[in-house]
């Protein structure tokens, strides 16, 4: 079982060589529709994301983005009810070559990551060179989306602001005043910071911060690993327990969930470390509900990473949360949320029948409570028997583990994995 079931001058020459490239994109097919030709919703480029900015810039046209996944209502909505229609293939083809990409395959997972995409479908409108002007999710009729790719080309797009500051950050000014801006001017477009955030910390020299700029890297450390993370988790002594508490936890979810993430995607071992450290400074300052969460992602990527120690601290915490539960409550649990489940249809206000696969949802809807207390002593036990050495002392706990997961919910995984671990 996974746990989680989860960004590329001279004149003559210059006019010389994009005259070449438009004709060889054109040749090669590579090109987005010809200007003023006649097509049936938007007409995607085919190529690689460096041929795109190349095609962009010999075509001076800005670009649009579509970020979808396989599994993304919304997104398959919008390719088959809104990308189809002529309006919006003539609007977007006119002003736009447009693109497409998985985030999860190909060069999907690092331009997910550079342009920080966090929900899907994400679109982003790029300038020619790819700089980000805007950025829209989520489904939307067609005369919404036409208006979002004219909102992007208009006064309101930040465009050419954010490749000023891109430029100025390029040649190396520093100053604390600009660093700012930038950083927060990134964050609200989705960015990742970490670049910024380490030449800012730099600036420091190692003077300490003050709560305001401890507040601040807080509210801009992004998604993705940077020098900020260890000297917040270092430094949230600064504030009073109530805001101490309530920052941990905006930090834990906005920046360290993610960064584990990351770094298990990437098979980052030293940045996995480094977050889990961090985020052991926060646990206990955590909520009850977010250290379940720190627990199970811990377990999810130390198993992954093979990151023992983290395992087992993880593991024990979150074994024993589940093991304290009475198996008389859990089926008093199941019970009373199964009822709530079935109401509608009991009732009369839902029909069982429309319903594909109705006997199979209501079989496993009557053991909710429980199948997820032995999910969870499950996924530990697994983790354990997986990576730890044989005869490590840890796996006669695990045996344990798989024995109440069975007793909870027995199927053919929970049995096989307490065999496993019984010896039998």
């Known amino acids: 079982m996974n746990f989680m079931s989860l960004l590329i001058s001279l004149y003559f020459p210059k006019r010389v060589v994009i005259r070449f490239l438009i004709c060889l994109f054109a040749i090669s097919g590579l090109t987005n529709i010809a200007r003023g030709q006649k097509t049936e919703g938007i007409q995607f480029f085919k190529g690689t994301w460096k041929q795109l900015l190349v095609a962009a810039q010999a075509q001076n046209k800005p670009i649009f983005v579509d970020v979808y996944t396989d599994w993304c209502a919304p997104c398959k909505r919008m390719e088959q009810e809104i990308f189809v229609l002529p309006e919006v293939g003539e609007y977007y083809n006119n002003n736009f070559i447009c693109y497409r990409f998985n985030a999860e395959n190909g060069e999907g997972p690092a331009l997910s990551k550079k342009f920080g995409i966090t929900a899907y479908p994400t679109w982003l409108y790029l300038s020619n060179s790819g700089s980000l002007q805007n950025r829209r999710t989520d489904y939307m009729p067609a005369p919404d989306f036409i208006e979002a790719g004219k909102a992007a080309l208009g006064q309101d797009s930040v465009s050419g602001q954010l490749s000023a500051f891109d430029q100025r950050f390029r040649i190396g000014e520093r100053s604390i005043g600009f660093l700012r801006e930038y950083i927060k001017m990134r964050t609200a477009l989705q960015l990742d910071n970490a670049d ?10 190692g003077k300490p911060l003050n709560v305001d700029e401890l507040r601040f890297l807080i509210n801009n450390s992004g998604r993705t690993w940077s020098a900020a993370i260890p000297v917040i988790a270092d430094n949230l002594q600064m504030f009073d327990m109530p805001e101490r508490r309530q920052m941990a936890g905006q930090f834990f979810e906005n920046t360290l969930y993610f960064v584990w993430g990351t770094a298990a995607t990437e098979g980052n071992r030293p940045i996995a470390a480094q977050a889990l450290a961090a985020s052991e400074r926060l646990y206990p300052l955590l909520d009850t509900n977010r250290q379940l969460t720190a627990d199970h992602a811990a377990v999810y990527h130390c198993h992954k990473l093979k990151l023992t120690e983290g395992l087992k601290r993880a593991g024990y915490r979150l074994a024993a949360k589940q093991m304290a539960i009475d198996t008389s409550f859990a089926r008093n649990k199941d019970k009373e949320l199964f009822q709530q489940v079935m109401a509608p249809f009991i009732s009369g206000k839902q029909d069982s029948t429309k319903i594909a696969g109705f006997a199979e ?15 969870l002593l499950y996924e530990v036990a697994n983790a354990f028997a997986e990576i730890l050495p044989p005869g490590d002392p840890a796996l006669h706990d695990a045996a344990l583990w798989a024995k109440r997961a069975e007793q909870l919910l027995p199927n053919q995984h929970t049995k096989a994995l307490n065999a496993r671990l019984s010896g039998k």
């Not at 949802?361 to 999910?375: C, D, N, P, W």
């Open 196 to 205: 910024v955030l380490n030449a800012y910390l730099k600036t420091f020299k």
């Open 361 to 375: 949802e209501k079989r496993l809807a009557s053991t909710q409570y429980s199948g997820k207390v032995a999910t």
